[in-house]
Nanobody
Framework: QVQLVESGGGLVQAGASLRLSCLAS????????MGWFRQAPGKEREVVAA????????YYRDSVKGRFTISRDNAKNTLYLQMNSLNPEDTAVYYC???????????????WGQGTQVTVSS
């Protein structure tokens, strides 16, 4: 089992930045591909960004490219999502997820955190 705990969400104004963190425990963090997802009210959950086990490969959905950066520190068992130039459309609950497959994983994750709320006001 992998336990995931997100932190760093909050209420910010449009144009601000936030950094989300996801602390993993229970298994060897570097053995898992990781991803950030979000779900806005009334909408389906969507992948925001994903990163391979080593951090060498990443994926971003088009709407966050150039604004968000996913990274990981395997020594600290932590996944990050740096979010810049936030806009109200980024408002959602953000989840981190872990999967034992190799490469960049976009769906079908094995383990999920509880989520952290990000609210961007206009």
């Amino acid at each position: 089992q992998v336990q995931l705990v997100e932190s760093g969400g909050g209420l910010v104004q449009a144009g601000a930045s936030l950094r989300l963190s996801c602390l993993a425990s229970g298994r060897t963090f570097s053995n898992y591909a990781m991803g950030w997802f979000r779900q806005a009210p009334g909408k389906e959950r969507e992948v925001v960004a994903a990163i391979s086990r080593s951090g060498g490969n990443t994926y971003y959905r088009d709407s966050v490219k150039g604004r968000f950066t996913i990274s990981r520190d395997n020594a600290k068992n932590t996944l990050y999502l740096q979010m810049n130039s936030l806009n109200p459309e980024d408002t959602a609950v953000y989840y981190c997820a872990a999967d034992a497959r190799s490469g960049v994983v976009l769906d079908g994750y094995d383990y999920w955190g509880q989520g952290t709320q990000v609210t961007v006001s206009s």
